[in-house]
C-alpha cells in the first residue's frame, strides 16, 4: 500500500484537485490533514505516469509525494542547517559583512549544486573571510540569520512522538550551536571557524565535514539510538546532503537545489517545513511548538 500526500501553501489546495487525483488513480478515501493545504489518499498501486502528474501538481503550486504506507512516521530527524532549517547561507551572510559577497555566493551556488569540491570551495571561501573580528559571528547571527518557517513545530511534534534530532550542517558550529538551540535538536554538527587574536584567520579546522561526514553522522547516531537507517528522516537542499538523503528511509529534497531534487523521490517546492509533518501522516491539529 502506497500513500499519496498533496501539500500546498496555506488554501492551495483546491479540493477539486485533490479529489480528482484521488478518483484518476483509484486510491482510498481522501484525507484531510489540514484544510485546503494538506490531504492524502492510499493506493495499491502507482500508475506510471507518477511523474508527469507530478508536474502538473508542481504546475498548480501543490507538491505529490508518493511513499509506502508502513513505516511513515520516523523515530529520527536528521537535518541540515543552511537553506533548509534557517533561510540563509551562513558563511554568505558572513562575506556581505566582509565586502566579498558575490564573490563568495558563486562560490556556495557552486559547490551547493554539485559543481565545485565541497571541502576545497569550504577552505576557500573562509579564505576570504580572514581578518574579520570574532564579534561578527554574533553580528550576523542577531541581525541576518531567519529560521525556516514550520522548523519548531516540525521538532516539538516529532520530539512528543520520542523522535531523536540532529543538525549536521558544512557550516560552522558558531551557528549550529544558537539554531540548534533554538528549536531543540538534540545535538549538532558542523566545522570549527579558527579564531587568531580575536580575528578570523581565515582557516577551517580539520577534517571538514561534509557529504560524508553527513553520512557518518547517520551511521552513528542510528547504532547509538538502536534504530535503522529506515528509521530516519533526512532533510536537505545541497549536493552535500545526497549521502544522507540516499540513505535515510525518507530523503526529503526541500526547495532543493536541481541536481539533488532529481535524486530525490520527495520533493518539497511550495511547503514549509512542516511538509514533513505532512508527509508522516500527522494532521495540522497535532502540531506542537510555537510561532517562528
Known amino acids: 500500500m502506497q500513500i499519496v500526500t498533496l501539500i500546498a501553501k496555506p488554501g492551495g489546495l483546491d479540493p477539486a484537485a485533490a479529489e480528482a487525483l484521488r478518483n ?22 502507482v500508475p506510471g505516469n507518477h511523474w508527469d502528474v507530478w508536474a502538473e501538481m508542481q504546475a498548480l503550486g501543490i507538491d505529490m509525494a508518493v511513499q509506502p504506507a508502513e513505516g511513515r512516521r520516523k523515530t529520527m530527524l536528521l537535518a541540515d542547517m543552511d537553506s533548509t532549517m534557517i533561510r540563509q547561507e551562513c558563511i554568505d551572510e558572513l562575506a556581505e559583512e566582509a565586502g566579498v559577497g558575490a564573490r563568495v555566493k558563486e562560490i556556495t551556488a557552486r559547490a551547493m549544486n554539485g ?8 577552505r576557500e571561501r573562509v579564505g576570504l573571510l580572514a581578518g574579520l573580528p570574532e564579534s561578527i559571528i554574533g553580528k550576523v547571527l542577531d541581525e541576518r540569520i531567519e529560521l525556516m518557517p514550520g522548523g519548531r513545530a516540525l521538532l516539538a511534534t516529532m520530539k512528543a512522538h520520542g523522535a531523536y534530532c540532529a543538525l549536521v550542517s558544512g557550516g560552522f558550529t558558531a551557528f549550529t550551536a544558537r539554531v540548534g538551540e533554538a528549536l531543540g535538536f538534540d545535538e549538532n554538527r558542523a566545522n570549527t571557524l579558527l579564531i587568531e587574536g580575536g580575528k578570523l584567520s581565515g582557516k ?49 529534497a526541500l526547495h532543493a537545489k536541481p541536481v539533488v531534487a532529481a535524486e530525490c523521490d520527495l520533493r518539497i517546492n511550495h511547503g514549509d517545513l512542516t511538509a514533513l509533518l505532512y508527509l508522516q501522516g500527522y494532521a495540522k491539529s497535532e502540531f506542537l511548538g510555537g510561532p517562528e
Open 204 to 252: 577551517v579546522a580539520d577534517p571538514i565535514l561534509g557529504k560524508a561526514a553527513k553520512v557518518q553522522a547517520l551511521e552513528e547516531i542510528t547504532a547509538r539510538l538502536g534504530i535503522s537507517e529506515a528509521d530516519v528522516l533526512a532533510v536537505g537542499d545541497g549536493a552535500n546532503d545526497l549521502g544522507m538523503l540516499g540513505r535515510a528511509g525518507a530523503g526529503v
Open 24 to 45: 484518476a488513480w483509484g486510491g482510498g478515501s481522501l484525507q484531510w490533514l489540514a484544510p485546503d493545504e494538506a490531504a492524502e489518499f492510499a493506493v495499491e498501486a
Open 115 to 122: 559543481e565545485l569540491d565541497f571541502e576545497g570551495a569550504l
